[in-house]
C-alpha cells in the first residue's frame, strides 16, 4: 500500500536509520545545522531520513523542520528501547499503539503521571492506517 505524499523516517542513532540509508534511491541529501536530510524512494514510496540525535528535544526541532519544509503524509520513529516484558526479545519488532509523555510528572499540581500540564494530552494514539500498513 502506498502513501501519497512523503514520509519522513527519524532516529536517533546510526544503527536506527543506515538500514533505511542502505535501500534508498535517488538519494539527495540537505543538510541543516549537523542534521542531513535524505531525499529518496525506498520501494517507490519517497521518503526523508534523518538522524535525530538522542533525546525528544532533538527529536522534537528535527521533526519541525521536517513538517516546515517537506510535504510530509506522516513521519515514522524508528529506534530501540527497553522492555520489562519478559516475553519480548533483543531484536522483536514492536509497532505501538500509542505513546506517552514518560518522565513528565506533576502529580503535586494534580495532573496524573504522563498528562502535559494545563492540556487534555496524555496518550498520543497511533494511526491506525500507518499501523496496518506496518
Sequence with gaps: MKVNKKIGII??????????LKI??????????EFCFYEGKIFNQEVVVVKTGVGKTSAAMVCQKMIDNYNLSA????????????????????????????????IELG?????????KYRFFRADEKLKKIA
Design 11 to 20: 532516529g536517533a542513532l546510526d544503527e536506527e536509520i543506515n538500514i533505511f
Design 24 to 33: 534508498i534511491k535517488k538519494i539527495k541529501i540537505k543538510k541543516w545545522s
Design 75 to 106: 513521519i515514522i520513529f524508528t529506534g530501540v528501547a527497553g522492555s520489562v516484558n519478559k516475553k519480548l526479545n533483543i531484536g522483536d519488532v514492536i509497532i505501538s499503539s500509542d505513546c506517552v509523555h514518560h518522565d513528565l510528572e506533576a
Design 111 to 119: 495532573f496524573l503521571r504522563g498528562v502535559i500540564p494545563y492540556t
